[in-house]
């Protein structure tokens, strides 16, 4: 079973006129290998999973696990408020090959603690691939409690978690219940080195995007024991960090991508492009081109 340890990048999904552009997206798949990435993360929060219909979510899977050629783990996501059609996806994105999923926790319903053992045991009896829960109660008003990861630990296709409260004493008190093969993985840029500190494992990471090797060398270091070094690099990369959630991701983290020439800026709505006039635009620029004096 493979194991999701390390930087991985939950990639955006470029777009162009509206359509998915498949060209820009395979680019990215070889830039993020080239600069030594540990795995990618299609069709999560960054990709816009939100307002891809069913075909092109997959679409978009088998484009990424094609253009990866088995290089780098592809955990792809799959996560739904309705437990039929995260079994539905999760089933097809391993017969395309994936290897693994990532399923955030149900937003909208507000299930309590005892429906969400119950909806994530039932997407792990019934596909086969390895699951990486996800926790962001910001965005799902969704809370998985530690006591909730534990429990669901104990299924043997449920390997890891990407935590992304940035609370530090909950990253230790997972580690701490669920031992040391459960896969602990920061879904918040801002905390990453606190957070491989208190026992994580790597980081599920939107800056990454724009400096993939940055946010690799940092979780080497870390995992090495060189603190100083990886100290350097988290500070190399929160200017940046700070910058691409001055608006709603994946507004700013597109744009920045469409500044350095790597795709264009086409975003769906309810979400838009991000206005480069104002002041969340100037300080994305002035933030990519201080890290490139830096660099």
Do not use: W
Request: charged share 20%.
């Amino acid at each position: 079973m493979a194991t999701f340890r390390g930087a991985f990048t939950a990639l955006i999904t470029p777009m162009r006129d509206g359509e998915i552009d498949d060209a820009a997206l395979h680019d990215l798949v070889e830039a993020q290998i080239a600069a030594g990435i540990d795995g990618l993360v299609p069709c999560g929060t960054t990709g816009e999973a939100a307002t891809l219909s069913i075909p092109e979510h997959l679409h978009v899977v088998d484009t990424v696990v094609k253009a990866v050629r088995g290089r780098v783990p592809v955990l792809a996501g799959a996560g739904s408020n309705n437990t039929r059609q995260a079994i539905d996806t999760s089933k097809a994105c391993f017969e395309l090959g994936a290897d693994g999923t990532l399923h955030v926790t149900p937003y909208y319903n507000k299930p309590p603690q005892s429906g969400l053992l119950a909806h994530f045991r039932a997407i792990a009896d019934a596909t086969p691939l390895p699951i990486i829960l996800y926790n962001v109660p910001g965005r799902t008003a969704c809370d998985l409690k530690p006591e909730t990861v534990a429990a669901l630990a104990r299924h043997e296709r449920i390997v890891g978690i990407k935590e992304a409260t940035g609370d530090m004493a909950r990253a230790s008190r997972i580690r701490e219940m669920c031992g040391p093969d459960f896969d602990l993985l920061s879904g918040d840029d801002f905390s990453l080195l606190p957070f491989l500190a208190a026992g994580g494992d790597g980081v599920i990471s939107v800056v990454s995007n724009v400096i993939p090797r940055t946010v690799t060398d940092l979780c080497k270091a870390a995992r090495e024991g060189r603190l100083a070094d990886a100290l350097k690099l988290h500070n190399v990369q929160l200017p940046l960090t700070r910058a691409l959630f001055l608006a709603p991701n994946p507004m700013p983290v597109k744009a920045a991508m469409a500044m350095l020439g790597r795709c264009r800026d086409d975003v769906r709505l309810p979400l838009h492009s991000l206005d480069p006039d104002s002041p969340e635009g100037r300080a994305l620029s002035e933030a990519l081109k201080n890290l490139g004096e830096a660099q």
